[in-house]
């Protein structure tokens, strides 16, 4: 094992060599929180792997990374809180062996190319720029398990965009607005979050047919209405999923409001004057079928 807190490297600097001890496994770089004047490591690479003898386990952190090349033999990669805004895969014909993968608190907005990581079973990608993920990103990892967009900007959830080998989903914090239950089916997931997005509906009864093994479902933080929450709530708690009703009305926001021990969004109360013109539409609606009501029967007098 090798903790190092700074490292100077420049993959177009062809004379530094860095010499780390041999049959290392685990190397950790950037231990604690490190300053900007103490490290010139924007780039990862291939190269500077090779150079601390392929340890399985690598992690990078708090080193304001920009540009990950992710080696096809590491098997648990962490670059957890740096700057990186892209990734690519180190050129190879070998399968990459790679399974525990955490970019968290980085400025991705595209992960097109963990497409080939067909071995990762944990992808945490809490906190990027990630707004959109096409169907073939995820088609062939059929081995993941746990999968983290939380603090993202994702729109879409569908069978089509995530494998339906996960069991842990969380999607925190995003920007969902409800959920197309046609053709959705996840049949190991066990957890899904789907706290402060932008969800009015929840069907229980649709999402637990999609996820059979479903126990834990967030959905506190939507603006979902109380009354149809209540319901939410009973036919979840008949298939004994924990929607997580622990928290009293101090743990919730100013604009939400404790329902069945879930923080909800308040719902906007409609203005006055929407109000005064919903009543002026209705007497105007009534009074023209009263007078519409008088015309007929005055035809009818007349005959």
């Not at 995820?138 to 965009?161: A, W």
């Not at 996960?166 to 789907?194: D, I, R």
Request: hydrophobic share 45%; with cysteine; proline share 4%.
């Amino acid at each position: 094992m090798c903790f190092l807190n700074s490292l100077s490297y420049n993959p177009q600097d062809h004379d530094v060599i860095h010499l780390f001890p041999a049959n290392l496994t685990h190397v950790r770089l950037g231990v604690g929180v490190t300053l900007f004047e103490d490290f010139e490591t924007e780039h990862f690479d291939a190269k500077l792997y090779g150079m601390m003898g392929r340890p399985p386990v690598l992690e990078v952190f708090n080193l304001w990374v920009k540009t990950v090349e992710l080696p096809r033999t590491v098997r648990h990669a962490d670059f957890r809180k740096n700057l990186v805004e892209m990734l690519s895969v180190e050129p190879g014909e070998d399968v990459p062996s790679i399974a525990y993968l955490n970019l968290d608190n980085n400025d991705l907005s595209s992960i097109a190319n963990v497409r080939v990581l067909i071995n990762l079973e944990v992808l945490l990608l809490n906190n990027n720029n990630i707004k959109h993920i096409d169907p073939a990103t995820m088609k062939n990892l059929t081995k993941l398990r746990i999968l983290d967009l939380s603090r993202n900007y994702i729109r879409q959830f569908s069978t089509e965009v995530f494998p339906r080998s996960l069991t842990h989903l969380n999607l925190y914090a995003n920007k969902l607005t409800s959920l197309n239950y046609v053709n959705m089916y996840f049949p190991s997931l066990e957890s899904l979050t789907l706290e402060r997005n932008r969800i009015a509906s929840i069907d229980a009864s649709a999402m637990v047919l999609a996820m059979p093994k479903l126990r834990v479902a967030r959905v506190g933080g939507n603006p979902i209405d109380p009354v149809d929450f209540r319901r939410c709530a009973e036919q979840f708690r008949r298939y004994n999923v924990d929607i997580g009703n622990e928290v009293d009305e101090e743990a919730c926001l100013s604009k939400e409001q404790l329902v069945e021990g879930v923080c909800l969004v308040r719902l906007k109360e409609r203005s006055a004057v929407w109000k005064v013109g919903l009543s002026l539409m209705v007497i105007l609606v009534l009074i023209a079928m009263i007078l519409i009501v008088w015309q007929v029967f005055l035809g009818i007098k007349n005959k």
